[in-house]
């Protein structure tokens, strides 16, 4: 059982940047594949980004590609989300997910999700 625990959401201002982590813990980390979600008031959770388990190969939904950065650290079992030209229509609860195997843009196919962290970009 995997656990994953966000952190780094808060508010900020359009064209900001922000971080967010997500620490796992109970599993071999380097096992997983690694996403971001985000779900928008309203709206259907929709996928972020996503990086395979070396961290070698990594996927961006359209709309993030270009400002957004994910990376992971297997030593420390921590996958990072690098926000920098921050939008508006960025504001969502942030989740990070895992499973097995390479990486989907797909959340179905994801089988642990954390718990989300919010963020707010104001205008």
């Known amino acids: 059982q995997v656990q994953l625990v966000e952190s780094g959401g808060g508010l900020v201002q359009a064209g900001g940047s922000l971080r967010l982590s997500c620490a796992a813990s109970g599993g071999t980390f380097s096992l997983y594949g690694m996403g971001w979600f985000r779900q928008a008031p309203g709206k259907e959770r929709e996928f972020v980004a996503a990086?395979?388990?070396?961290?070698?190969?990594?996927e961006y939904a359209d709309s993030v590609k270009g400002r957004f950065t994910i990376s992971r650290d297997n030593v420390k079992n921590t996958v990072y989300l690098q926000m920098n030209s921050l939008k508006p229509e960025d504001t969502a609860v942030y989740y990070c997910?895992?499973?097995?195997?390479?990486?989907?843009?797909?959340?179905?196919?994801?089988?642990?999700w954390g718990q989300g962290t919010q963020v707010t970009v104001s205008s």
């Open positions: 990086i395979s388990r070396a961290g070698i190969s990594t």
């Open positions: 997910a895992a499973r097995r195997g390479s990486i989907t843009a797909n959340e179905n196919e994801y089988v642990y």
